[in-house]
Structures are given as structure tokens and as C-alpha cells.
């Protein structure tokens, strides 16, 4: 025996008071357990079978070349699962393994331990036909549609809350003045161009040419700006198209269209493998609960 196994052989007969049964030794002390038909090490009554010390050499990357290639190797991996095998019987001696916290551990570990490999087993098992895939795919077909939007410009001039009609009057007449301006924008200007910078009170588009980004169809509560804008942008038809001046609450607005896409219906074939996934992850789900 190596000095190494001495040492440790020494500690776990003195850690559980002698009771330390080796494949090497003390087999004349009678385990309280019948012994596996292969075993390499006995404490106690606690065996280490050949396939436990198997697995664990697996476990640790035996298949690789050059892991426990020599009897050293493998008699260090022998005298660690030892160590660890005497250490559990005497904290189970000491009581540990009934007290109400260790339990609760060991519960966990074991019921998570249980779950997963149900869950894996689950996961194997599930299988997801075309024909479901599909009828899956039709009853959510609106989920899977891209809704139209359109990206706008906007001027806006500012209206204190308290300001009287001879401010609105004021305002609408600029705003008025600057949708003649905006029609005669050249063409290649798809926004307001400078109108936005000299003109507009909106800190977060007067210097991208009034343009405030995508407005899509439908769940206008995303949507932060004043209700006027988003009833006015869905009028929009055209690119390049201005809506009339609008009052909103804060101020008044003029719009136009930079750009618009119309709404895109995504088909099964490109949706395929992703609902297929889903399906299959609702049952593991439902597996779990």
C-alpha cells in the first residue's frame, strides 16, 4: 500500500472508530449487508463495487487517453471514493444525515435528480407529426403575421397646456405655413429636410428630418405620441404623403410619410422547426407540472 493509502486508511479507521473494510483487508470482519458479486473496498457495511469505481473513473474522463492508464491513477480515483464513502457513514453515525436541514438537502437533490431524468426521458419520447405541426400553425396563423407599418416625419410646435386660443391660432398658422414649405420639398427629401431642424419643438427627430421611426398597426399603447399623430399616420396612403395640420393636446403636428410596408404573413415552411420545438416544450412542460 502507498503511503498516500496509509495515510487515508489510517484517517477513515480513526474518523469511524475502525471500522474500515478494504478488498485488501479486514475480511474476516462480517459486513451487516450482503456484498456485490464484484467489490473493491468495504466500509463498514458500505460497499464500493467494481461498477461504482467503473463509473466514477467514466465520470471523470477515463475514455480519455492517457486517464487512469497506470495502477497509481487508479488506486488515487480508489482511495478517493473511499475517503468519500467513510466520511458519509460517519456523518450518518454522528446523526447528520437525519437532521431536518440535511434531510431537506438530500430531498432536493434526490427530487431534482428524479425530475431531470424524467424530464430527459420525456424529451426522447416526445414526438411532434407534421399533421400537428400544421394545425398548430393555422389556429395561430395571426401570431405568426407581421403587421404593417409605417415610418413617419413629424413637426411639431409646442402649446403650453394653459396658453389661450390666440397661441393655438399662432401655431396653426406656422404649422400651415410650413406643410405649403413641405410640398414643395424636392423629391429626393423623403422627410422634412431643415423644415424639421428650424421649425420643429421635438428634441429627438428636428435634426433627423423630423422623423420619428415605425408606427406599426394595432397595440397603439406602445406608443407614446400624441393620438392625433397615430390616427393621422394611419391615414397616410403614400409615400411622401402630408396630413393635414393636427391639433393634438400638447401642441400641433404635421406628418408625413417616409416609408411603409405592408402586413407579411410568414409561411409554415419558414416556421416549421420553431413551432415543432414549441409543441414539444409545451408537453415537457405539462410533463413537469
Do not use: C
Not at 110 to 129: D, P
Amino acid at each position: 500500500m502507498s503511503t498516500r493509502s496509509t495515510v487515508i486508511a489510517a484517517a477513515i479507521a480513526f474518523v469511524i472508530g475502525g471500522a474500515v473494510g478494504w478488498s485488501i483487508a479486514h475480511r474476516d470482519e462480517a459486513p451487516t449487508t450482503a456484498a456485490p458479486d464484484r467489490w473493491v473496498a468495504r466500509i463498514d457495511d458500505r460497499y464500493v463495487s467494481a461498477d461504482d469505481f467503473i463509473e466514477e473513473m467514466r465520470r471523470q474522463g477515463g475514455e480519455r487517453p492517457g486517464q487512469f492508464q497506470t495502477m497509481e491513477q487508479k488506486r488515487q480515483l480508489l482511495d478517493d471514493l473511499v475517503l468519500r464513502a467513510a466520511l458519509v457513514k460517519a456523518a450518518d453515525k454522528a446523526g447528520m444525515l437525519n437532521k431536518p436541514d440535511m434531510r431537506r438537502r438530500l430531498d432536493q437533490m434526490v427530487g431534482n435528480s428524479y425530475l431531470q431524468e424524467t424530464l430527459r426521458k420525456t424529451q426522447r419520447e416526445v414526438h411532434v407529426t407534421d399533421d400537428e405541426v400544421k394545425q398548430y400553425f393555422e389556429a395561430h396563423a395571426d401570431e405568426y403575421t407581421v403587421p404593417a407599418r409605417k415610418r413617419v416625419a413629424m413637426l411639431k410646435i409646442s402649446v403650453a397646456a394653459d396658453a389661450g386660443e390666440p397661441a393655438w391660432k399662432a401655431a396653426l398658422d406656422r404649422m400651415a405655413k410650413a406643410r405649403a414649405d413641405a410640398a414643395k420639398l424636392d423629391a429626393s427629401v423623403p422627410h422634412f429636410g431643415n423644415l424639421a431642424r428650424e421649425l420643429s419643438d421635438d428634441s429627438s427627430s428636428r435634426y433627423r428630418g423630423g422623423v420619428i421611426g415605425w408606427i406599426a398597426e394595432g397595440n397603439r399603447e406602445r406608443y407614446s405620441w400624441d393620438p392625433v399623430v397615430l390616427d393621422a399616420t394611419a391615414k397616410l396612403d403614400a409615400d411622401g404623403a402630408l396630413s393635414p395640420v393636427l391639433r393634438g393636446s400638447d401642441g400641433v403636428y404635421l406628418l408625413r410619410l417616409v416609408d411603409s410596408e405592408p402586413r407579411q404573413a410568414r409561411g409554415l415552411d419558414v416556421l416549421a422547426d420553431g413551432i415543432r420545438q414549441r409543441i414539444a416544450q409545451e408537453r415537457i412542460a405539462e410533463t413537469e407540472a
